[in-house]
C-alpha cells in the first residue's frame, strides 16, 4: 500500500521558519517526480515545489522562489521542504505528491493527507 505522510506543519510568525517531511512507502520512487502543492481556504490547490527524486533537479513556483528549497534523502525515502520568511499568504494545506511525471491530478498520482501551515502577521 502507497503512502505518503506529511509532517512538520504548525503555526509560525510571519519572517519565521519551518521544514515539511513527506516519508514515502508502500513502493519504489526513484523514478518519481515528488511535489509539494498546496491549498488555501477558498483558493483551488497550487504546485509550490517539486523535485526528481532520480536526477534531484529541481522547481518553484514564483511565488516561493528564494524562500523555500525542496529536498529529498534516499536512504530515508523523504522528501523535505524547508520554509524561509514566511509570509500569511504561505498559509495553507500542504500536500505531498508522487507522479512519474511530475502530472499531479493525472490518475497515477499519489498524495498524502496535508498539513497545516498557519503564518501569522
Known amino acids: 500500500q502507497v503512502q505518503l505522510v506529511e509532517s512538520g506543519g504548525g503555526l509560525v510568525q510571519a519572517g519565521g521558519s519551518l521544514r515539511l517531511s513527506c516519508a514515502a512507502s508502500g513502493r519504489t520512487f526513484s523514478s518519481y517526480v515528488m511535489g509539494w502543492l498546496r491549498q488555501a481556504p477558498g483558493k483551488e490547490r497550487e504546485f509550490v515545489a517539486g523535485?526528481?527524486?532520480?536526477?534531484?533537479?529541481?522547481y518553484y513556483a514564483d511565488s516561493v522562489k528564494g524562500r523555500f528549497t525542496i529536498s529529498r534523502d534516499n536512504a530515508k525515502n523523504t522528501v523535505y521542504l524547508q520554509m524561509n520568511s514566511l509570509i500569511p499568504d504561505d498559509t495553507a494545506v500542504y500536500y505531498c505528491?508522487?507522479?512519474?511525471?511530475?502530472?499531479?491530478?493525472?490518475?497515477?498520482?499519489?498524495w498524502g493527507q496535508g498539513t497545516q501551515v498557519t503564518v501569522s502577521s
Open positions: 505528491a508522487a507522479d512519474p511525471a511530475g502530472n499531479w491530478y493525472g490518475r497515477g498520482a499519489y
Open positions: 523535485i526528481h527524486w532520480s536526477g534531484g533537479s529541481t
